[in-house]
């Protein structure tokens, strides 16, 4: 079971780029990285995915290093709104049954006026 | 407009009563989570269900039940078995393909036992 380690907490000017990297140091060949965020009293909602190099997409961009044992999410120019927890969860639905889908306690990002 | 709802957003309840939390997705998605979260933690899978009238137990499914009669829904019933029932309880689903697809939550519903 591919588990995940984040800081527990950030803080972060409006404006900034902020980075929040994820250590999964188990992550196995057909485990995928993706990015969620969570605003209190609501469900997370998907950011980005990616299985090697680089993904980036309108909202952000995950870095992800030739090993596959760690991965960044990258927010650029953050603003209040971007005040949340957010979760990096590494894993695969198997078409077999198996369900690894692990959530950490995640990292809290205060971003700051 | 597709997604998940789970109903209702909050629900009180005495100890020692069952009490069933409703889930139902019109994204035509195969697969089904329950996870809890308690304040300040991360979410923990109850049960998952990837086709009708069949499911599986995650880390935590003792003292929860769960039904899969349709695909579209994933009901959840939190029983007088569960010691400490009062939670976040999140709902979602993912389509299946080889690969990694991800997950469409709910927005919970917050469950108060006294």
């Known amino acids: 079971l591919a588990k995940t380690t984040q800081p527990i907490s950030m803080d972060s000017y409006e404006g900034q780029e902020v980075n929040i990297t994820c250590s999964h140091n188990?992550?196995?060949?057909?485990?995928?990285i993706t990015w969620y965020q969570q605003f209190p009293s609501q469900g997370p909602r998907f950011i980005i995915q990616?299985?090697?190099t680089k993904v980036t997409n309108e909202v952000a961009s995950l870095f992800i290093p030739a090993d596959r044992k760690s991965s960044t999410l990258s927010l650029p120019r953050v603003s209040l709104s971007d005040t949340a927890v957010y979760y990096c969860?590494?894993?695969?639905?198997?078409?077999?049954?198996?369900?690894?889908?692990?959530f950490g306690t995640g990292t809290r990002l205060t971003v700051i006026p | 407009d597709g997604g998940i709802t789970q109903s209702p957003k909050y629900l009180f309840r005495k100890e020692g009563q069952n009490v069933t939390l409703s889930c139902e997705q019109n994204?035509?998605?195969?697969?089904m989570y329950w996870y809890r979260q308690d304040p300040g933690q991360g979410l923990r899978l109850i049960y998952y269900?990837?086709?009708?009238?069949?499911?599986q137990k995650g880390d935590i499914a003792e003292g929860y039940s769960v039904s899969r009669e349709k695909k579209e829904s994933f009901p959840l019933t939190v029983t007088s078995a569960q010691k400490n029932p009062t939670a976040f309880y999140l709902c979602?689903?993912?389509?299946?393909?080889?690969?990694?697809?991800?997950?469409?939550f709910g927005n919970g519903t917050r469950l108060t036992v006294t």
């Open positions: 979602a689903s993912s389509s299946l393909k080889m690969g990694a697809s991800p997950l469409h």
């Open positions: 188990n992550i196995a060949t057909n485990d995928y």
């Open positions: 990616g299985y090697k």
């Open positions: 969860l590494v894993g695969v639905q198997s078409l077999t049954g198996a369900n690894n889908l692990f």
């Open positions: 994204l035509n998605h195969d697969a």
């Open positions: 269900s990837q086709i009708v009238n069949d499911f």
